[in-house]
């Protein structure tokens, strides 16, 4: 890496990413969207200033994906831009959180970042594109990609590359409705020859071809150009026990869907309890996240639910084991 750059925070940055932070339902989420956002609008502004590059606010706009994930974006030219904010941390790195990228929100570029305590300005410490996170070093509990700045990108090198607007490809999303379309066609004609043969109940045959239609849309996301993170998801999924997940349309903000059983299973407001006694395992959590980022009146509860145990515990409920990074994993 060939050094770093200094910004200014300006005043108006903290006032606007205090107005989303208000929204989400939990203490340490608000802490974490205010350092956050004060990064991404600081960053904004200076792409505006400096490039004339105008930005918006990309999925961070929405509190429901601050809320149960760590994402930190904004859009510049259809590209995504993530920033990764730190405070004071042992190691300086870029440290992108896995889960997320397991849930399938992925960014075209990620920025590593440090914040001044008293929020006056920050340090961009570098860059990398998405697929460089496939050589990414995980943390010991597997819930961080860690790239070391020597491995970065200078921010220079973004700045060029924001100037020219991100080509998307239409025939993608032609060819995901074509595989779904078959998918369907597909269950229905066995479902017929099942039905014909007697020998199985209807709850059999609906379990039988729901997995035939996620088998089916898992062998079209094999034919997708590849992300460059095929190999770091590969150690992720093998180290959490997750099948190969089901692709998303490609004009989804998430790239993955859950399969039609994991859907089911969170359909269930008992099942999606146990997220708060903390007795789901990350396979499971990658899942409710998918569901609740699809689900307006389930998200509202559970938002409800975090909102109470935070007010409950005085906002030491499941709170951060690295107060002063403001990239720990979502709870």
Known sequence: MNGTMYIPIPASAISTAAELARQCSATTVRERVLVSQVVALAVREYLQRIAGL??????????????????????????????RVVTSV????????????????????????RVENDLTGVELLGCTRCADLAAAELSVNGLFAILPLEELQPFGVLLEQLQKARAFDPSQKHAFEAWQARADRIMRAV??????????????????VIGLRDDIMALYGKQLPET????????????????SPVPASPTSPVAFQNRIEDHTKFSSPTTRAQFFTDTLMVSERV????????????????????????????GRYQASSRPSCTTSCAA
């Open 54 to 83: 105008q930005t918006d606010t990309g999925r961070s706009a929405s509190p429901k994906y601050v809320e149960l994930l760590d994402i930190c974006d904004f859009n510049v030219n259809n590209w995504r831009v993530e920033m």
């Open 287 to 314: 899942a409710l996240y998918r569901y609740l980022l699809g689900a307006e009146a389930a998200l509202e509860e559970h938002r409800r639910l975090r909102r109470a145990l935070d007010h409950a515990t005085e």
């Open 191 to 208: 479902s017929e020859v099942l039905t014909q043969e007697g020998a199985f109940e209807s709850e059999h045959i609906g379990r039988l």
């Open 228 to 243: 460059g993170l095929e190999p770091l998801f590969e150690r992720l999924f093998r180290r959490f026990g997750i099948i």
């Open 90 to 113: 042992e190691r300086l790195a870029l440290y992108v959180p896995t889960v997320p990228l397991m849930v399938g929100l992925l960014s075209d570029f990620y920025v590593s970042t």
